[in-house]
């Protein structure tokens, strides 16, 4: 059995510990007041016994106040007097600075929390451990002098969770949609040098992934690109690769008849455009950017967004070889195929390609083929888009997400015209919805009370997301020349503030949520999937959007509701919520909560009954949401992996199919990985020869929207662990 420390360090449970530190107590304690050495020892077995019931590895401080709770039930008051005393002192001298052991422990790579903070950084690199050490330093002067201390306490008890404190210190924003199409067309600017329009295919995919890693390291969020940007440059290459043929010819004094020439044009061309993407695909996956990680990066695939028929076919070619290559997958350092984590790919289903007659279709069916092997793409449906994001004229667009998940609401710029790219998120605060529905309904269930603790807690998030905003107010572009000033986001003047790209809808600031699942249950008693507990699922989902709706009108700030996607912090926000009100059946006792507006994960139900009714909370999260169904190993089963697809189409905007493709390096298993538990923790084993090196395993799975490939804290894994099929 294991603790986590206080450096976050993680290490073997030690009952004398307790034994020891009660015995100082009660040593303190007068005669009279003491306890028996068997008082003594049966307070350390309980102890013993309820971390071992917790199936997590518990923090010193959790451990702290069961020991002192069982002090007071054996009636030793003085004793636990003086144990509490003696902790308060403790933690007086530990706050005198609140970094140095936690960065410490960072370097010896033994800090769990942060080794499993997130699933594609590795702790292990010299430029992670500088991020980290870094946004310890920020979190610190964050949480000490930058946020009220209201709101410090609050994300430390799981309340609400600040988002991305470690970068904070800075004048940096969460997520975007990069506007590469103005940056190739009309040159940017990168590290002083610049880039003027490309004059091929391949080097607009170069520049492209330059400008990728640029953003990355100007941000903390994820970011957005599309093909349709890059597909202008299909016919410069062609024209150009027309010119060498021509004078090729010419050179050697051969004639070539016009279909003769055009048949080998593009035989070249096809091969540029295989380089251009390889460049994009090896280049995304090996960059590493100033806080040590592969950019998290999404490349949109969306045929209508070409009006034109010829950019259409060009655009589609390479949206062809984008997937083929993604098949394909790339090589880890054994040599062998693995399915990589970036860049994250969309794939748009609309009427030009989703039925049998479509003249993209085996387009989809390539698409199908490549989610079946590698998780990717994901699905957006054209026709349930154009239906709900609808501009000021009532017209529909449909766009690319920011990253995995956070969507920009429809904008008009002053010409009357839509805009989406260059536009950015300024940051996410979420909302703890299991903790609002245990503190109302601590005694019995109580639905008025709910709602009086929901609307407190909405305005704190609300004053949380002022500060977020407050901190970009005033920013000016030279704080990132990239994306202010060279095209990314704007074309800034230098020395000119962003404060104007903050207010009237530009960019928008996202309240999040989660746990949607558990507070309906602990408030009504019935599942998302019962008819009572949809409606009031939906009345919750209706009242934060109403309070967004709210605070818009008021400030011209474009606040909006995003279904959060945790990965470290369902872990965080579950052990809060055992340490506050216990274990509560069906909410409290599992090591996660849910993501979202999720059903839960053990939810025995079908991949269609799932998409349809996540559809009806996926309208009411407008910020952002993503829907997954749980399916097996589909490659030999395509048709069904279209009929899913076909299915999202006409029921819901954005939605995946999460498989498993995982190998071991050991003995060259290519399946499913499993988890066990071992010695009281989750594990990844290959369950052909019981290799547990998690640096021998190569495991993807989404947790989040994007793929995750450097493994997950317990709480994390025990979700991945309980999931069902649905399919």
């Not at 799932?610 to 399916?631: M, T, W």
Request: proline share 3%; with cysteine.
């Amino acid at each position: 059995m294991k603790i986590i420390k206080r450096n976050k360090a993680e290490v073997d449970f030690d009952v004398t510990k307790i034994v020891n530190a009660i015995t100082k107590a009660n040593n303190a304690a007068r005669e009279s007041e003491r306890m028996t050495s068997v008082q003594i020892m049966r307070i350390a077995d309980k102890v013993t016994k309820h971390c071992e019931n917790m199936s997590r590895a518990l923090s010193v401080e959790e451990i702290q106040d069961i020991v002192e709770k069982e002090i007071m039930a054996h009636g030793a008051y003085e004793v636990a007097k003086l144990y509490i005393t003696y902790r308060y002192t403790r933690s007086l001298v530990r706050q005198s600075n609140t970094t140095d052991a936690s960065i410490l422990t960072l370097i010896e790579c033994n800090n769990e929390e942060l080794k499993q903070e997130n699933s594609n950084k590795n702790p292990t690199v010299n430029s992670v451990q500088r991020d980290y050490m870094a946004g310890e330093v920020s979190k610190d002067i964050t949480q000490r002098l930058l946020l009220p201390q209201d709101i410090v306490e609050a994300h430390q008890q799981g309340i609400i969770h600040f988002h991305d404190s470690d970068y904070f210190a800075q004048h940096m924003h969460n997520c975007d949609l990069v506007d590469l199409g103005d940056m190739l067309q009309n040159g940017t600017v990168i590290s002083g040098t610049m880039i003027e329009k490309p004059h091929s295919f391949s080097t607009a995919c170069n520049i492209a992934t330059q400008i990728i890693a640029q953003v990355a390291s100007n941000q903390y969020g994820g970011q957005s690109i599309s093909l349709t940007h890059l597909a202008p440059f299909v016919q410069v290459s062609r024209e150009k690769i027309r010119r060498l043929v021509e004078k090729e010819m010419e050179d050697v004094g051969v004639e070539l008849n016009e279909e003769k020439i055009s048949e080998l044009v593009e035989k070249r061309l096809r091969e540029e455009i295989e380089r251009g993407v390889q460049t994009i695909q090896y280049q995304v996956v090996t960059l590493l950017t100033t806080n040590g990680q592969a950019p998290f990066v999404t490349v949109f695939m969306y045929l209508n967004e070409a009006q034109d028929p010829g950019l259409k076919r060009d655009l589609a070619m390479i949206i062809e070889e984008v997937l083929k290559q993604r098949i394909r997958g790339v090589k880890n350092e054994s040599g062998v195929y693995v399915t990589p984590a970036f860049p994250k790919l969309i794939y748009v289903l609309e009427e030009d390609n989703i039925r049998e007659d479509s003249p993209y279709y085996e387009l989809t069916r390539l698409a199908a083929k490549c989610t079946a092997k590698r998780m990717v793409p994901d699905y957006i449906s054209e026709k349930i888009m154009l239906d709900l994001k609808k501009d000021r004229n009532g017209e529909g667009h449909c766009y690319t997400c920011m990253g995995c998940r956070s969507f920009l609401t429809p904008y008009v710029d002053e010409n009357g015209q839509p805009k989406y790219y260059g536009r950015f998120n300024q940051g996410v605060v979420t909302l703890n919805l299991v903790d609002v529905a245990c503190t109302a309904c601590s005694e019995s269930r109580d639905e008025a009370k709910f709602w009086k603790v929901l609307d407190e807690r909405l305005e704190l998030c609300h004053r949380a997301l002022r500060c977020r905003h407050e901190r970009l107010v005033g920013t000016l572009s030279d704080a990132a020349p990239i994306l202010w000033q060279h095209g990314a986001l704007a074309r800034l003047e230098k020395g000119e503030p962003i404060t104007k790209l903050l207010y009237g809808g530009y960019s928008t600031i996202s309240l999040g949520y989660a746990g949607l699942w558990e507070c309906v249950y602990e408030v009504k008693g019935k599942k998302l999937t019962e008819k009572e507990g949809e409606e009031f699922g939906l009345k919750v989902m209706q009242k934060l959007n109403d309070a967004c709706a709210k605070w818009k009108a008021e400030e011209n700030i474009d606040y909006s509701i995003y279904g959060t996607p945790l990965e470290s912090t369902t872990y965080k926000f579950s052990k809060c919520l055992q340490r506050r009100f216990g274990i509560i059946p069906g909410v409290t006792d599992k090591n996660y909560i849910t993501n979202s507006y999720h059903i839960h994960v053990t939810e025995k139900i079908d991949a269609f009954k799932k998409l349809e009714l996540e559809s009806k909370f996926q309208r009411l999260s407008p910020g952002g949401a993503i829907s997954y169904v749980e399916v097996p190993d589909m490659q030999n089963n395509i048709d069904a992996v279209m009929g899913v697809m076909q299915f999202i189409y006409d029921h819901i905007m954005y939605a995946e199919l999460n498989t498993k493709s995982d190998y071991c390096q050991v003995c060259g298993f290519d399946g499913e990985i499993k988890i066990e538990e071992r010695e009281g923790k989750l594990t990844w084993v290959c369950p052909n020869c019981g290799n547990s090196d998690e640096s021998k395993l190569n495991v993807a799975r989404r947790t989040c929207g994007y793929i995750g490939t450097q493994f997950w804290n317990q709480g994390r894994t025990q979700e991945i662990r309980e999931r069902v099929l649905h399919l």
